[in-house]
């Protein structure tokens, strides 16, 4: 746990009186939601972020299954019009919430949320969901300074910290240290990293220092205080904002006024005026100026500020191969703390010639052999320098040094020990081998790697071809990561947020740990490609946290799934063209690794990635175009009809659209309409919702279906229930009504025979 050492004892008396002027505070929220979601409509929703900043005086609004007090983020929603009604009552008391916003669940006052039970209050500027990948528009750019932190400094040697600690003693500006220690594999302390924190006073004094010399230029912009220093917002004109240049612009902006790197993605969020920052004291968040201008582009703010986006650009790139320090520390550190620093940030690993008293179970693998072999052993035996950490967070090796580790150290139930980065991707120590030697390619790192264990590698020409695909796609992964492959292809970009490149990884990945030999190959086009298998368990194993909870919904995966597929980056078998032979070495492979019988396998090939890339961006511009939505039109009969059937079959190559388990809700509602149509003349597809009762098999029980189920068969299959029977779907029209004697409602639509006009 961090410790905290005090340099001086500091008592603070003085108490925000503002935090109690209620109608002051109202009028402070009422500006910022007028200003943030001037161009939203009165029924539009409102994203507010509650994040826990004080346990000690929290509530929880949930408990866990335990009876315990749950203290986690919540996202809530509030109506537009419902916000702006209780602000205009002139007391920031009266705005409500709640915790279940679709059930209307557990009012709450946001005001006493905030002050009384410890949660800090956010708005989600950018607008379309809790996540980047949801946000669909920009309402503006922003940027956040902290001036909190005095200097971040880390150390291996104890006498240093001791040096520091006497230095930050004798600086008045200095409230407190906060040291946190990490630990290598034997439990010792390999690193000390201090944080300095600046007093109450130092920070205000360097508040007004920033806005003196910044009020002129900054005069249009809306500028919020926070505890730790000024936000800044630069507002948008309606569908002005640019979601592709949103993080670029960040970064320079950042860059530009000395803010923090770290606010620069879509989804993120910003303290709201008129709450209070409850992390030590309160400290009142106020609006000190509104916006006077909206620009029509960011090519508009681009020009005024002399934005510097190449710079950005370079930001993106170091983001993933070292750490990004805040701009303000490079002001605040003398020039022996930023040499130490330097000369941190470029140490590399050393790798071990030959791990000694190394045991292999044979002397010589195949590269599949090899590959899982060294992937059980503990990285640490590589390397001869390195200090990983029994903790679960620690540093990752890509961001040497980094001030906010992004890595996690885990060992998976086959004994492998893995680092996993969020940010960059790293997983092992092949990629740790690769980034370090970047010439190498992914078979002879392999190789290498296994030489230092006293294994040579055997392959076939199939094996060494196969594996020369993984390799490239393996480098095609980090590029995705680090946005170059975005920059070449911009509209496929905007289709591969890391969510899924993350899944186009685990195919690759899920390829690479199979056979590959002539028995797990199949001739496709004039070649033959090795052939691999995933079955759903695969699928949801992968994506499971340790606590059994899907990392992402099955909705996510599956549609993921059928974009990569459109796109050409995996390529299913049909299933009336794999040999029995392959099934059977599936069916084999699954028991010789202790799993049950799959009811569902799918095989597929692997391309190399550069080999379709162009081809993937042409389809990515089609649906672009077409307007279609992912997590909705992901289905055979809307592909068909917003692609055409060629496209539609590279999706799905099966001829079944359906899944099994829906087949006898398909004959219920064919079996439905037709009654109908021939009761009355003519049917609907809202007839067809209306079906109560239906109960289908699922496993070894049966559930009820319900709307949402009806709806994906009618998606699916409602094109082919129409053709089958001859019926047309058309919209309503007076005479129609008169013919029929329905009740007229414009622009519904209603099903007629094909040979009735």
């Known amino acids: 746990m961090p410790q905290k050492i005090m340099c001086k004892q500091k008592v603070t008396t003085l108490r925000n009186q503002k935090l109690f002027d209620y109608a002051f505070r109202a009028q402070q929220l009422l500006s910022k939601i007028e200003d943030m979601y001037k161009y939203q409509s009165d029924d539009s929703l409102i994203r507010l972020r509650l994040v826990p900043e004080n346990q000690e005086?929290?509530?929880?609004?949930?408990?866990?299954?335990?009876?315990?007090?749950?203290?986690?983020?919540?996202?809530?929603?509030?109506?537009?019009?419902?916000?702006?009604?209780?602000?205009?009552?002139?007391?920031?008391?009266?705005?409500?919430?709640?915790?279940?916003?679709?059930?209307?669940?557990?009012?709450?006052?946001?005001?006493?949320?905030?002050?009384?039970?410890?949660?800090?209050?956010?708005?989600?500027?950018?607008?379309?969901?809790?996540?980047?990948?949801?946000?669909?528009?920009?309402?503006?750019?922003?940027?956040?300074?902290?001036?909190?932190?005095?200097?971040?400094?880390?150390?291996s040697d104890y006498n240093q910290v001791t040096e520091k600690m006497a230095y930050y003693e004798h600086l008045p500006i200095i409230k407190e240290v906060v040291m946190t220690t990490q630990k290598n594999m034997k439990g010792e302390i390999s690193s000390y990293r201090l944080?300095?924190?600046?007093?109450?006073?130092?920070?205000?004094?360097?508040?007004?220092k920033w806005w003196g010399d910044h009020r002129e230029l900054?005069?249009?912009?809306?500028?919020?205080?926070?505890?730790g220093g000024p936000h800044v917002y630069f507002y948008y004109d309606k569908n002005?904002?640019?979601?592709?240049?949103?993080?670029?612009?960040?970064?320079?902006?950042?860059?530009?006024?000395?803010?923090?790197?770290?606010?620069?993605?879509?989804?993120?969020?910003?303290r709201a005026p008129g709450f209070a920052n409850m992390k030590q004291q309160p400290y009142y968040v106020e609006l000190i100026q509104r916006s006077s201008k909206r620009y029509i582009s960011g090519q508009e703010l681009i020009e005024k500020y002399n934005l510097n986006l190449d710079?950005?650009?370079?930001?993106?790139?170091?983001?993933?191969?070292?750490?990004?320090?805040?701009?303000?520390?490079?002001k605040n550190r003398d020039s022996n703390d930023e040499q130490t620093i330097s000369q941190s940030s470029d140490k590399q690993f050393h790798f071990v010639d030959r791990i000694n008293d190394m045991s292999p179970p044979k002397n010589e693998m195949t590269l599949l052999e090899a590959k899982e072999y060294i992937k059980t052993l503990d990285i640490q035996l590589f390397l001869t320098n390195n200090d990983l950490s029994n903790e679960v967070h620690h540093s990752c090796y890509f961001h040497r040094p980094d001030h906010n580790p992004s890595a996690i150290l885990y060992k998976r139930k086959t004994g492998e020990k893995i680092i996993s980065c969020f940010a960059c991707g790293v997983r092992d120590i092949i990629d740790i081998f690769l980034n370090e030697f970047p010439d190498c390619s992914y078979i002879d790192s392999i190789k290498q790697l296994a030489e230092k264990c006293g294994i040579k590698v055997t392959s076939t020409t199939l094996e060494t071809d196969s594996y020369h695909t993984l390799g490239l796609n393996h480098k095609f992964y980090f590029e995705l990561l680090k946005g170059s492959i975005h920059e070449k292809y911009p509209v496929l970009g905007?289709?591969?947020?890391?969510?899924?490149?993350?899944?186009?990884?685990?195919?690759?990945?899920?390829?690479?740990?199979?056979?590959?030999?002539?028995?797990?190959?199949?001739?496709?086009?004039?070649?033959?490609?090795?052939?691999?298998?995933?079955?759903?368990?695969?699928?949801?194993?992968?994506?499971?946290?340790?606590?059994?909870?899907?990392?992402?919904?099955?909705?996510?995966?599956?549609?993921?799934t059928v974009l990569l597929r459109l796109f050409g980056f995996i390529i299913k078998v049909p299933e009336d063209q794999v040999p029995k032979t392959l099934i059977?070495?599936?069916?084999?492979?699954?028991?010789?690794?202790?799993?049950?019988?799959?009811?569902?396998?799918?095989?597929?090939?692997?391309?190399?990635?550069?080999?379709?890339?162009s081809e993937a961006n042409r389809i990515a511009q089609l649906l672009d175009d077409s307007g279609i939505k992912v997590y909705k039109n992901m289905h055979k009969s809307?592909?068909?009809?917003?692609?055409?059937?060629?496209?539609?079959?590279?999706?799905?190559?099966?001829d079944r659209k359906l899944p099994a388990y829906f087949s006898k809700v398909e004959v219920e509602l064919e079996q439905k309409l037709q009654a109908e149509m021939t009761e009355s003349g003519f049917t609907s597809k809202d007839s067809a919702m209306s079906i109560k009762g239906l109960r289908i098999s699922a496993g070894t029980g049966r559930i009820r279906v319900n709307k949402s189920h009806i709806q994906i068969v009618l998606d699916i299959v409602w094109n082919e229930i129409l053709e089958r029977n001859q019926w047309k779907e058309v919209i309503q029209s007076k005479a129609l009504a008169e013919q029929y004697g329905f009740q007229y409602r414009k622009g519904k639509r209603i099903v007629i025979p094909k040979v009735e006009e």
């Open 240 to 270: 002005a904002g640019d979601i592709e240049q949103f993080t670029l612009i960040q970064l320079a902006l950042a860059e530009r006024f000395g803010g923090d790197v770290k606010v620069s993605n879509l989804s993120r969020p910003m």
């Open 57 to 155: 005086k929290q509530r929880s609004l949930t408990k866990n299954q335990s009876g315990k007090k749950k203290f986690s983020t919540y996202t809530t929603y509030v109506k537009k019009k419902d916000i702006i009604s209780a602000l205009e009552t002139g007391d920031i008391r009266n705005v409500r919430a709640f915790s279940d916003f679709n059930q209307q669940k557990q009012s709450f006052s946001l005001s006493k949320l905030n002050y009384v039970d410890g949660y800090a209050i956010h708005l989600l500027p950018n607008l379309g969901g809790d996540h980047d990948a949801d946000i669909n528009e920009i309402t503006a750019q922003w940027f956040e300074i902290d001036f909190k932190i005095f200097e971040e400094y880390q150390t």
């Open 638 to 654: 809307h592909l068909e009809v917003l692609l055409g059937k060629e496209l539609a079959d590279k999706a799905f190559p099966d």
């Open 584 to 613: 059977e070495n599936a069916r084999r492979h699954l028991d010789e690794h202790g799993k049950k019988h799959y009811k569902t396998i799918s095989f597929y090939i692997r391309p190399c990635y550069y080999d379709v890339l």
């Open 195 to 208: 944080k300095a924190i600046r007093t109450t006073e130092a920070i205000q004094a360097e508040k007004e």
């Open 494 to 560: 905007k289709y591969l947020p890391k969510h899924r490149i993350r899944i186009l990884d685990f195919f690759n990945s899920h390829a690479g740990s199979q056979p590959i030999v002539e028995d797990w190959s199949i001739l496709w086009g004039n070649k033959s490609y090795p052939v691999f298998y995933l079955s759903q368990e695969d699928t949801r194993l992968h994506f499971t946290d340790e606590k059994d909870n899907l990392i992402y919904h099955r909705s996510v995966i599956e549609s993921s």
């Open 311 to 330: 710079k950005a650009r370079k930001l993106v790139m170091e983001r993933h191969n070292n750490a990004i320090k805040p701009v303000q520390y490079k």
């Open 218 to 227: 900054l005069q249009d912009e809306e500028v919020i205080n926070s505890a």
